[in-house]
């Protein structure tokens, strides 16, 4: 809401000044969540951090005896119950305008940090739907991502400024970052798709969530991608971040495929060496992707 409101006050800016403007403000807005969190979500968009998000909601729904159409935004749980923490969930994306620390990691100090990182390139193919179908005009221009245009295909978007590089570019500051941190957790999302249950118990341990073995599996069980998508499709959350663009359109989804690997079916043998030739090239090995980048099976 108050958010909202700086939009429509900036709308009066010109636009040279509008888009840093509110760069800057959101920068101020979390700033002063990161300093009051208890803990923080850090993630490139289109990671899972939603997938995560209803886990940990749920999680503190049976645990507290809260309503199950929420989900935690920082602090709304933590009113109802000051047992359960703050937990901010962040891109990192507005801080620097408003601490001028350029990739400096010095803000998150001091508190318990996860970082949930993803293959940059199914990211990549994520973020392009969400550009695609999903994303206000106005947030295209506030991030940067090119105007809207039908013709630009997901290969050029995934190698122009917008895709690929920019998100390698985040994950190799956050492989540098995350070293200078006091207590910090990184989880891979794919292996929270292959081991759910036991990646979730390391990141509620993490929370200090104490929490039970039948709540963690009730969590995973509430947050299965087909459970997701049938809330998301019935638009039974009161969440505006589990609702579809458009039900007809199954790349309007918040939750789309949840496929590790997922990249691999839409470039063909060309576009697929250029990408993980850039990745293997370019990617700080700390998270394990240049290694691990799978083969697609050759066809007859």
Avoid: C
Avoid at 82 to 87: F, G, H, L, N
């Amino acid at each position: 809401m108050l958010l909202r409101a700086f939009e429509r006050a900036g709308s009066l800016l010109p636009t040279a000044k509008r888009y840093p403007t509110e760069r800057r403000i959101r920068g101020w807005l979390e700033w002063r969540r990161v300093h009051a969190a208890d803990a923080v979500i850090v993630s490139f968009g289109k990671s899972g951090r939603t997938w995560l998000r209803v886990m940990i909601s749920r999680l503190y729904q049976r645990r507290y005896g809260l309503p199950e159409g929420e989900l935690i935004e920082f602090d709304n749980f933590h009113k109802v119950d000051a047992a359960i923490p703050r937990v901010f969930f962040t891109h990192d994306n507005y801080l620097r305008d408003y601490t001028r620390a350029g990739a400096s990691k010095d803000a998150f100090r001091n508190k318990r940090v996860v970082l949930l990182v993803r293959h940059p390139a199914d990211i990549t193919v994520s973020q392009f739907h969400q550009w695609k179908h999903r994303m206000r005009g106005h947030k295209i221009a506030l991030n940067r991502y090119p105007a809207p245009d039908d013709n630009l295909s997901l290969y050029d978007f995934t190698m122009g400024p917008s895709g690929l590089a920019k998100v390698i570019t985040w994950l190799n500051e956050w492989a540098k970052g995350i070293d200078t941190l006091d207590n910090a957790l990184v989880v891979r999302y794919e292996d929270l798709r292959a081991d759910t249950e036991n990646t979730f118990r390391r990141i509620a341990d993490f929370l200090n969530a104490d929490a039970t073995d039948e709540q963690i599996h009730d969590a995973v069980e509430w947050a299965r991608f087909e459970n997701m998508k049938q809330r998301e499709a019935d638009a039974t959350s009161s969440s505006g971040r589990l609702k579809a663009a458009d039900v007809d359109n199954p790349d309007s989804f918040k939750a789309r495929r949840a496929k590790v690997g997922g990249y691999q079916d839409d470039f063909d043998d060309e576009e697929l060496a250029r990408i993980e030739g850039i990745i293997a090239a370019t990617l700080d090995p700390r998270f394990s992707y240049v290694q691990v980048t799978a083969t697609r099976e050759a066809t007859p």
